[in-house]
């Protein structure tokens, strides 16, 4: 009795989190804004990291970028993705320079050696793939 309370608990729950994904995507293309996305190697992702390869197909990556793709067509809005091979996270943001000698340990912070701008690694990411984004629709 008590797994199957468990069970139908953890079914409301991952429920209730994909209503919430749903209605964040029709708000997100109802908005007027550029979405620019990195096309990600699903595949790819899941055969590195046996870790976290449950939690990465539960968030249904290729579905989110799928819908979001089919949203944006709908309501006439701009959809840019990203070509997975696409050096984001290595490209200072600032001054262009790509750093290749950037490594897995590197992962929170970097500081570019050309214009010394420290960097947190998702966050100059974002900004790259939105201006890669930008240049590819222009």
Not at 23 to 28: I, Q
Not at 34 to 39: D, G, H, K, R
Not at 62 to 77: P, T
Request: glycine share 4%.
């Amino acid at each position: 009795m008590r797994q199957e309370k468990r069970q139908s608990s953890t079914i409301r729950k991952r429920i209730r989190r994909l209503y919430r994904q749903m209605r964040f995507k029709f708000w997100l293309a109802e908005q007027d804004y550029l979405i620019c996305a990195e096309s990600l190697n699903i595949r790819k992702m899941l055969q590195q990291n046996p870790y976290l390869a449950r939690q990465i197909s539960d968030a249904g990556w290729g579905e989110i970028l799928r819908q979001l793709s089919y949203k944006c067509a709908w309501q006439h809005k701009p959809f840019v993705q990203i070509d997975a091979l696409f050096p984001s996270t290595q490209v200072c943001n600032v001054c262009g320079y790509r750093n290749k000698a950037l490594s897995k340990r590197f992962r929170e912070h970097w500081e570019c050696p050309c214009c010394g701008a420290i960097h947190d690694v998702d966050l100059n990411a974002a900004k790259n793939i939105l201006n890669e984004g930008l240049r590819l629709l222009s």
